[in-house]
């Protein structure tokens, strides 16, 4: 069983487009992350949402919006999408907000030309 | 304020040979410390953690770490490489507070040569 999904794995869009990226987890977790590795594989968190409830949003443009309809989903909605966005994004969860280990899904590498 | 820093982006060694990629870190506070791997086209996948008590733990795949507060490291070791560990490695910290957000050094990518 995997235990963080995201769909698509991978997604092509051009620059202008609205797109969306979906993340689960099945193991129970109450905190689910966003996190963007750019082409130099930097890591950097987005988004971080505790029992659905919004808790970091590292300086993302508005642009992004996460949006968790229940603790074991918490996706990323991305609009007018600009050729910096390209990027591998990987969802993560954890068990509590102060769990130190994260768990990460398989990532979503978003082309946008 | 919290920060990692991995000394060499890419780090080459023989089949049966010492692994040692280094990470330095900054914090304010106690910091919990983890080394991820994340193999081509896939995710990361965590190796070992520190969070209290020992200070050499050790993790999946024969690999260890030592954290040295004095130091401000977190140094991974393996004593033998083996072709599957070429990956690329990242040391990361946390702190706890801010909704713990996890904070990545640059990655190190381990080539093994036959």
């Known amino acids: 069983d995997t235990a963080v999904s995201q769909t698509p794995k991978y997604l092509v869009t051009q620059m202008g487009n609205d797109k969306s990226i979906k993340c689960e987890q099945n193991?129970?977790?109450?905190?689910m992350y966003w996190y963007k590795q750019d082409s130099k594989k930097f890591l950097k968190i987005m988004f971080s949402?505790?029992?659905?409830?919004?808790?970091i949003n590292e300086t993302v443009p508005n642009r992004f919006s996460p949006k968790s309809p229940d603790k074991a989903h918490l996706n990323l909605h991305i609009n007018s999408l600009e050729l910096g966005d390209s990027a591998v994004y990987f969802c993560?969860?954890?068990?509590?907000?102060?769990?130190?280990?994260?768990?990460f899904g398989p990532g979503t590498r978003l082309t946008v030309t | 304020a919290q920060s990692v820093t991995q000394l060499g982006s890419h780090v080459s060694v023989s089949e049966g040979a010492l692994v040692l990629l280094r990470c330095n870190y900054s914090?304010?506070?106690?910091?919990?410390l983890f080394w991820y791997v994340q193999y081509p086209n896939q995710g990361l996948q965590l190796l070992l953690k520190?969070?209290?008590?020992?200070?050499l733990v050790k993790g999946i795949n024969g690999f260890e770490a030592e954290f040295k507060k004095s130091e401000t490291s977190f140094h991974l070791t393996k004593p033998s490489a083996h072709m599957s560990d070429a990956a690329e490695y990242f040391c990361?910290?946390?702190?706890?507070?801010?909704?713990?957000?996890?904070?990545f050094g640059g990655g190190t990518r381990l080539m093994v040569k036959p």
């Open positions: 993560a969860s954890s068990l509590q907000v102060y769990s130190y280990e994260q768990y």
């Open positions: 193991l129970g977790h109450d905190t």
């Open positions: 949402y505790n029992n659905k409830e919004l808790i």
């Open positions: 914090s304010s506070v106690p910091p919990y």
């Open positions: 520190y969070t209290t008590g020992a200070t």
């Open positions: 990361a910290v946390t702190t706890g507070n801010a909704g713990n957000m996890l904070t």
